[in-house]
């Protein structure tokens, strides 16, 4: 349930173009106990739409709307509609998949709205919540820095605030996931959290390479939270120095 009483509108994107891998089984978890909490669930299996990553084209520097006529026309108004979203995806060369940041940065339009145009990035509900799953088949949890860091971009944005995320090191072949003792319950737990039937879960974490004693906000500094005041003179684009 939402503050206002009605079921939490939840909205995941399964950013894994490998069917029924590791990825997919911890999201089908998550939107299973997130149902069974009462929430509305939408999954978007994004390597089965068709749509391009940003041209680059300026388009959407006076307007704030993308001009480029895809699917992801149809994912604008899902991110403005939902309470909840959750980015699964496997890491590939240290970020998300090839299918989730064409998705993030075709949110560039987002970006102008609300940086350049000064207006909020959507007219959603109030009070909305973020969250990431992430598979790597590396053990160093290292490997998941440059993934959140794309994914918190991403939901900042959109205006989502960042609650954290499961992440599973050294999972690699497909079902594998299974094996791990507790990764199923987690997602479920992680589900019922999202539904707003139950707290935060104790396994969900904000950065988990993040060394023992390091707050929140220590880290969130080093990670350059805030990204849309460093804009470089001139520019049109979500940078970063």
Known sequence: MTATGRPARLLAFLGS?????NTEVLLDAVLEAAAGAGAEVDQVAL???????????GGCDHTGQCIVDDAMQTLYPKLR???RVVVASPVFFAGVTAQTKAMFDRCQAVWIRKYRLKGRAEEGPAG????????????????????VAEVRAFLRTNDFKYAGGLFFPGVDRRGEIKLKPGALEQARALGRFLAGDGPKPAAVTREPWAPAGVSPTQVEAAA????????KPGSSRAVRD
């Open 17 to 21: 173009p490998r069917r029924h891998g």
């Open 47 to 57: 390597a089965r739409l068709k749509y391009e990553g940003c041209r680059e084209c």
């Open 81 to 83: 509609e939902a309470d």
């Open 128 to 147: 909305r919540l973020g969250a990431v799953i992430a598979v790597s088949g590396l053990k160093n949890p290292e490997v998941f820095r440059g993934l």
């Open 224 to 231: 350059g939270e805030g990204f849309e005041e460093k804009e």
